[in-house]
């Protein structure tokens, strides 16, 4: 059965200047965790924030009391070098550290933003590091991957190894406003099949229009930025988004 609805609107659509204020405002509207979008420039074509800005935001936001809880700071890591920067992410109050798949295949094994080191890591490797800091893992594809990479992974018989979220991208990563790729859905469908009880986020192009494509596919994490942020009563949008997974789970029952 798909667990239960978690709506994770994007700060990359809030007002830069208060992003403070609009993680509160995002628990005040009963949105579940806050989707943080990092960009370095590199893996994408786009520059959003980092360590520092998720230190600054951190106390405006009550820490989640369970794995998974109201108030989790789902940060997605598109950049070159996933494992440099965990450590970082984790003293900045980083909850889910999730990747790219793409990055993790022959990037650095450096530990730190400033350490020199020749081995490169890989997603199960990876997985493991980011479990050893204390924080979840979730591993994301771009739309060109193709989902049968993660059988490996998810398979693991090191329960270290497994990821604890799958993010399917409904966009090409970097920016955001873009159209809902309603393609990508078969990897959610993919993805759910095989595993009933993992969290399965989608990101990219969701909002009250496309959602119900997203859920019914077996999604359970909505991303959603400009939908929220744009609407005149974002209260009501992430209402409208929890209930659409919550009308899927129900007809699960039936």
Known sequence: ???????????????????????????RWQSHWIHIDVMDGHFVPNITFGAPVVTKIRPHVER?????????????MMIAEPKRWVKDFQKAGCDLYCFHYEAALHSTAAEAPAEKNEHTTNPKELIRFIHAQGMQAGIALKPETPVDVLWD????????????MVLIMTVNPGFGGQKFMASELPKVKAVREKYPDLNIEVDG???????????EAGANVIVAGSSVF???????????????????KGAEKM
């Open 230 to 248: 744009g609407a005149e009563d974002p209260a009501g949008v992430i209402e409208q988004l929890r209930a659409a997974v919550d009308k899927r």
């Open 153 to 164: 992974i998810l398979g693991s018989a090191e329960a270290a190894e497994v990821p604890d």
């Open 64 to 76: 989640p009391r369970t794995a998974s809880g109201k108030g989790t700071f789902d940060c997605h």
């Open 205 to 215: 192009g969701l909002g009250p229009s496309t959602v119900d494509q997203a859920a």
């Open 1 to 27: 059965m798909t667990p239960k609805a978690i709506i994770a609107p994007s700060i990359l659509s809030a007002d830069f200047a208060s992003l403070g204020s609009a993680c509160a405002d995002l628990m």
